[in-house]
């Protein structure tokens, strides 16, 4: 004969089951209606821009200041997962991916012309259709060239620029340039050139090359990184980005004039051990904007990844002592 449970487990097991579904009809609410948010947290976007669809992160209150995050190669804004919320608490924040990087799309190249004057033409339409027509850049690696772009588009919509190992300068080039230029030269004579930069090995030394702290970095990020180059299409993207790098390198002195022009407040938080974009490069900026505030940092290409709170603590001093 089965034996029925004492009263008081009865009621027990009742009013747990209360609580069960009433958390059950509270989850599937949270799903159904837009919950507020505090100031810090980040949300996710993608829209379509000139029919790519085009991904961001935003955090921060839309009637603050806001700071572009132009992410690097090979990553995307995710990059900027840790600085974002330390930010966003003074500063409205939007960082995007470029497409063929991160949640963005990746059109095939005979669709869409993958050079850094059609990244930065992209972004600049992102800007217009979130109606930002003022702001800060903060540039990475490939954000320079985009970022640039976008200065000189449009200077008067530029309030500072914060720069983190993102070269305008021929002193900022390191040792593996030379073999760049070669490929450069001659894309079909040196598919080597290609390999190695894709390579499991090269995206993980991105990181960890130079750097004291290397357990400061999660090994998720190159394995990301690297799972995404390895999609297919990647190779043909990154190979015509890699080949329109040249107009970069040639357009450093007109970059260099818009510096002298306009003067621009400068911050540069500069992972001096980067072996890719070295610390000559980040001096450099104060050979056109005396007024530059520059940090050499102890750290890597990635500097942001080893010295977090150091970078936006640098950032908040200098934004707070330029405001808009």
């Known amino acids: 004969m089965m034996c029925r449970p004492p009263i008081r487990l009865k009621h027990r097991i009742a009013r747990l089951a209360a609580v069960a579904a009433l958390s ?14 505090t100031h810090s947290t980040t ?4 829209v379509q821009i000139d029919g790519v669809g085009v991904y961001y992160r935003e955090a921060g209150p839309k009637d603050a ?3 572009i995050l132009l992410h690097g190669f090979p990553t995307s804004s995710r990059q900027y997962e840790a600085l974002i919320p330390l930010l966003a608490t003074r500063y409205h924040i939007i960082a995007p991916d470029y497409p063929g990087f991160g949640q963005s799309d990746a059109p095939d ?11 930065a033409t992209v972004m600049d339409d992102l800007l217009v259709r979130l109606k930002i027509d003022r702001y800060s850049l903060y540039i990475h690696d490939y954000g320079a060239p985009v970022g640039f772009r976008l200065m000189l588009a449009h200077p008067e919509r530029l309030h500072a620029l ?3 190992n993102g070269n305008a300068y ?3 080039l390191g040792k593996k340039w030379p073999g760049i230029a070669r490929f450069w030269a001659d894309p079909k004579a040196h598919p080597e050139i290609v390999d190695t930069f ?7 030394q991105r990181h960890i090359a130079g750097s004291g702290h290397p357990q400061r970095y999660d090994p998720q990020a190159w394995l990301d990184e690297y799972a995404h180059l390895s999609k297919p299409g990647q190779r043909a993207i990154q190979s015509a980005l890699l080949y329109d790098y040249r107009t970069n390198v040639a357009a450093y002195p007109q970059w260099q004039a818009w510096l002298r022009d306009h ?3 400068i911050l540069v938080v500069w992972g001096a051990n980067d072996p890719s974009f070295i610390a000559a490069g980040g001096a450099a900026f104060r050979m056109d904007v005396p007024d530059a505030e520059i940090h050499l940092l102890d750290a890597g290409h990635f500097a942001l990844d080893e010295k977090t709170d150091d970078i936006a603590g640098l950032i908040l001093d200098f934004m707070a002592r330029h405001p808009d």
């Open 24 to 37: 059950s009809g509270l989850a599937s609410a949270a799903w159904a209606a837009p919950q507020p948010s």
């Open 170 to 172: 021929h002193e900022g």
């Open 109 to 119: 190249p005979s669709l869409f012309p993958y050079t850094f004057d059609h990244l």
């Open 43 to 46: 949300t996710y976007h993608k």
């Open 65 to 67: 200041p806001t700071i």
């Open 263 to 265: 003067q621009p407040p």
């Open 162 to 164: 914060i720069t983190q």
């Open 198 to 204: 894709l390579s499991f090995e090269t995206t993980m």
